[in-house]
């Protein structure tokens, strides 16, 4: 069955630096986005992504962050200048058509030190 | 804006009975989904439920969408060890975004 992939499984960066977070939607999915959940929390919502634009964003994405479809299969989320509090998994997630059940990949644990 | 509230927080239960978990919400959704998230993975879609009212079963799973379109449950009977994990509903608004519950983490004792 088709998943979405997310790399790396773990990134560790030092607090003001920049990080990429890669993932691979499902190959036949129109709509993609990202979610965050800080340890032990629910998942938040933060972007989503359709036609090479954001359709919509949370108040936690903010300035420092951005997301771009390099080409016909990445999708990926910027963080400019990482803070203390951008520790989290962060969650790639994509579906077809709008309605449809969104699915999720792995995650990749974001340690910020 | 848009907030779900799931109950309870957390549930033990011995292994065999039933479990009953339920979102709420002061917004209107058009879609309810229920995930489970195992320990260092993403959520895994169990339930989609598309119409108010609606009743969907998934094997031992079934899960309700309120009338209101503002809340639902999810049921598990039987439970199994493997249940073990933490549960979140959903709600997908009509633009297509989603927010989540604050999830319920389920422990099953042998």
């Known amino acids: 069955e088709p998943e979405v992939t997310q790399t790396p499984s773990h990134q560790v960066t030092q607090m003001g630096q920049e990080v990429i977070l890669r993932c691979v939607p499902i190959s036949n999915h129109l709509y993609f986005y990202w979610y965050r959940q800080i340890l032990g929390q629910k998942v938040e919502f933060l972007v989503s992504?359709?036609?090479?634009?954001?359709?919509?964003k949370s108040e936690i994405f903010d300035d420092q962050f951005s997301v771009e479809r390099p080409d016909g299969s990445n999708f990926t989320l910027k963080i400019r200048s990482t803070k203390l509090e951008d520790s989290a998994m962060y969650f790639c997630?994509?579906?077809?058509?709008?309605?449809?059940?969104?699915?999720f990949g792995d995650g990749t644990r974001l340690s910020i030190l | 804006g848009q907030q779900l509230n799931q109950s309870p927080q957390s549930m033990f239960i011995q292994e065999g009975e039933d479990v009953s978990m339920n979102c709420t919400s002061s917004?209107?959704?058009?879609?309810w989904l229920w995930y489970k998230q195992d320990p260092g993975e993403g959520p895994v879609l169990l339930i989609a439920?598309?119409?108010?009212?609606e009743l969907t079963s998934n094997g031992r799973l079934t899960a309700q969408f309120g009338i209101t379109r503002k809340d639902s449950f999810l049921n598990i009977s039987a439970s199994i060890p493997s249940d073990v994990g933490i549960y979140f509903c959903a709600g997908q608004l009509r633009n297509n975004d989603m927010r989540f519950g604050a999830g319920t983490r389920l422990t099953v004792k042998p």
């Open positions: 917004s209107i959704f058009n879609t």
């Open positions: 997630a994509s579906n077809r058509r709008e309605g449809q059940p969104q699915h």
């Open positions: 992504f359709y036609n090479n634009e954001i359709s919509e």
């Open positions: 439920l598309y119409k108010a009212g």
